[in-house]
């Protein structure tokens, strides 16, 4: 995911939204190349081994975490607004893009769909995030 892309370089909420796609297009692009891997790891093993998918949920939670240190970082330097709630928006975001992943997972993954759905939670995203008086 390259996080060092990702996690300590927006200076505003534009470059961390451009940022956190870019790292979803890296993720879609993996789907693309390794589905049965991918597939294998997310979605079969953890029914497979218990362990595995108390592992994930673990990623999943670091993830959310990553994103709420980040949420924190532009609250402080006052390029996100004060009143969200970094750690509740860090599952949230993870919410929000998961289902799609998942559909991509499993097989009913369409270009155009992808970029739509993408697109629409990421301009929801931007407009959230921005403080009241900040332009878009």
């Known amino acids: 995911m390259e996080l060092d892309t990702v996690l300590g370089a927006a200076g505003e909420v534009g470059e961390l939204?451009?940022?956190v796609r870019a790292a979803l297009?890296?993720?879609?692009?993996l789907l693309e190349r390794e589905p049965q891997m991918?597939?294998?790891l997310v979605v079969e093993a953890g029914a497979i081994?218990?362990?595995l998918a108390h592992r994930l949920l673990g990623l999943e939670a670091l993830t959310a975490s990553l994103i709420a240190g980040?949420?924190?970082r532009g609250r402080?330097?006052?390029?996100?607004?004060?009143?969200?709630?970094?750690?509740?928006l860090g599952h949230t975001i993870l919410t929000m893009v998961g289902p799609w992943i998942m559909r991509e997972l499993l097989g009913?993954?369409?270009p155009g769909i992808r970029e739509r759905s993408m697109t629409a939670v990421f301009d929801v995203l931007d407009k959230t995030l921005r403080p009241r008086s900040a332009p878009p």
Request: aromatic share 6%; glycine share 6%.
């Open 17 to 19: 939204v451009a940022a």
């Open 25 to 29: 297009d890296r993720l879609w692009d």
């Open 38 to 40: 991918l597939r294998l």
């Open 49 to 51: 081994d218990p362990e």
């Open 70 to 72: 980040e949420l924190t």
């Open 76 to 88: 402080e330097e006052g390029w996100i607004r004060p009143d969200i709630d970094p750690d509740v």
């Open 108 to 110: 009913a993954g369409n």
